[in-house]
């Protein structure tokens, strides 16, 4: 079975400060899931990768796809409060209606004012 | 377009008894999926549908665990005389099939269920 690795597993940064959250697939990536989770409360999805080298970006939220590496990295510039909460990535299937996601344990990010 | 709502939020129970949970995803969403996430891990795939067949099941749900979606509409999710190590938030998602591999999964707020 795929298993998701991410690193740091918590981050603590100052406000204004610019980070980066890393996901390493155990197998090939064929796109990859980012979410956010509040504490206590269910996720919102960020951004689907898809592509190698793929980049996209949300607001201040951009996320990158190394296939080769079986990584993807977010990186948060200028981070916020409202940035806080927890970042789990998924691999996108590879098969038609395989659906079912597998998650990291994820990364819990603090932001101090 | 509203997105997916879970019922109850919370739920506090007494080992052995039976607890349903309710989820009604997005409108014209035809996939519903429930995960069950524990303190400090990642959500864990329990079941999935497509309309109102049940199409894949985890090794997770075991015979005490039951779901449905009898309309292909709203589902449920009913846990049968409980025990503590169900304690955990139950998260409902749902996603419309397309014509790409792959679409994406929106996720409700959650039932956290307390087994004392």
């Known amino acids: 079975s795929q298993e998701l690795e991410q690193s740091p597993q918590s981050l603590i940064v100052q406000e204004g400060k610019n980070l980066t959250i890393n996901c390493t697939s155990s197998?090939?990536?064929?796109?990859l899931y980012w979410y956010k989770q509040k504490y206590g409360e269910g996720l919102i999805f960020l951004m689907m990768?898809?592509?190698?080298?793929e980049e996209k970006s949300h607001e201040k939220i951009t996320a990158k796809l190394d296939e080769k590496k079986q990584q993807s990295s977010l990186h948060i510039t200028a981070s916020q409060p409202s940035h806080a909460g927890i970042y789990l990535c998924?691999?996108?299937?590879?098969?038609?209606?395989?659906?079912?996601?597998?998650f990291g344990q994820g990364t819990r990010l603090t932001i101090n004012p | 377009d509203t997105g997916v709502s879970q019922d109850p939020r919370h739920k506090i129970t007494k080992r052995g008894q039976n607890v349903t949970f309710r989820c009604d995803p997005i409108?014209?969403?035809?996939?519903l999926y429930w995960y069950r996430q524990t303190l400090g891990q990642g959500p864990e795939f329990l079941t999935y549908?497509?309309?109102?067949?049940?199409?894949?099941k985890s090794r997770l749900l075991s015979d005490r665990f039951s779901a449905e979606r009898p309309k292909g509409s709203f589902s449920t999710l009913e846990i049968q005389r409980t025990e503590q190590g169900d304690s955990a938030m139950y998260l409902c998602?749902?996603?419309?099939?397309?014509?790409?591999?792959?679409?994406?999964?929106?996720f409700g707020p959650g039932t956290r269920l307390t087994v004392l």
């Open positions: 998924g691999p996108a299937p590879h098969q038609w209606g395989a659906q079912k996601l597998v």
């Open positions: 197998k090939t990536l064929y796109g």
């Open positions: 409108s014209e969403h035809n996939r």
């Open positions: 549908f497509q309309n109102e067949a049940q199409l894949e």
């Open positions: 998602a749902s996603s419309r099939k397309g014509q790409v591999r792959t679409d994406t999964q929106y």
């Open positions: 990768l898809q592509k190698g080298g």
